[in-house]
């Protein structure tokens, strides 16, 4: 077992990873939080900036190889393929790309065609994250999703047609209404489709969401703690049983189709990010293009550029590295967000100190984690409390 989370004091200069968010959509879903909106009215302006953005990142990161580039959502699919195929241009002008970079797409089925995905090929993406979410139309209507569960189908088959060799598809489960034998259908509808990638995600009310006013008025329930257990466990059962390696707490994978760009987040390494809403790590070495000045003991800073389009179209026009909402990042931050983050991936993380060591000892004991060395990784009783173990941990952290 190869076990590779970034340590205490590992602090990496590298950044090899680059998010950029596009925050249209056709129409706002029930339970969305994410930085969206609907309708592309101002695309062209916010690209714009995009691309300012996207130069100035470029000139800062000058040295750097980027491996992985996301663009998420929002739904980037929905995106006009002009400005897309620009914008992509912009990437691979502004950036050193890896030999084999991972170029991910993410897109709703509704806006998805056979032709639109040539396009996203030749724009040079080669990664495709289809939003399938269900395959029930009474699950999609209760979203509040666009698309019907023909369409979430049908555009895996479309991207694949044009010739992308790896396809995530995301599903929502612990869903009202949605209960475990149509949770495993969905599953296997799914697994049938034949993605390299699957992603579990369970529903979660957030404030501020129709869904959250909906579960306040009484017209509808959450489903409870136990059953979205219940739910997960399904999920990890029927995907390790078709071929998929549960390689991260809400996410399947074939051999060898890991998704690259989340495993900078969970390795706790550094990305860039541009667009409204995203959010980037970066070290501080990099704080003076940002025109930060560093305090003492600060490794790296995380920023984001606020929630409002119109905002941040001003703020690329003021200067284009701009930053909102900054948080600087010392060793024991650091450390415990390694914690955090590392253990809901199978490979584990690495553990700091005797104190850790000790602690993990007693997790060991009570059946929550493995240990192989200084390395450990929660066990399946131990991924069900995941927060508390990484709590009990962190707290060693100095
Ligand atoms: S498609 Fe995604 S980002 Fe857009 S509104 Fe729905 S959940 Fe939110």
Redesign the pocket.
Known sequence: MVLATAGKHSATHAVAAVYIHI?F?????E??????V?GAKGQHQYVASLRAELRALGAALDGSVIDTVFCG???PGLLDLRLMGELMDEVRASFTLGADPEITLEI?PSSSSEQRAHAWRAAGFNRVSV?VQSTHGDVLGF????HDAGRALAAIAEVRAAGFANVSGDLIYAVPGLDDKRWEESLHRLVDAGPDHISCYELTVEAGTPLHRAVAAGRARVVDADSALRQHHIAVHSLESAGYEHYEVSNFARRGMRCAHNLVYWRNNHYAAAGVGAHGHLPASLAPAFALQPPPGALSFRYQHGRAIEAYVAGVARSPLTVRNLEWVDATMRAEESIMLGLRLREGVRLEGTGMAAEARALVAGGFLEVLGMQARATPRGEDVLNQLAVRLAAHCT
């Open positions: 925050p959509c056709e129409r706002k879903c339970y969305c939080d994410f930085v969206s609907a959502g929002g739904t709703n939003g979203l509040g999703r666009v």
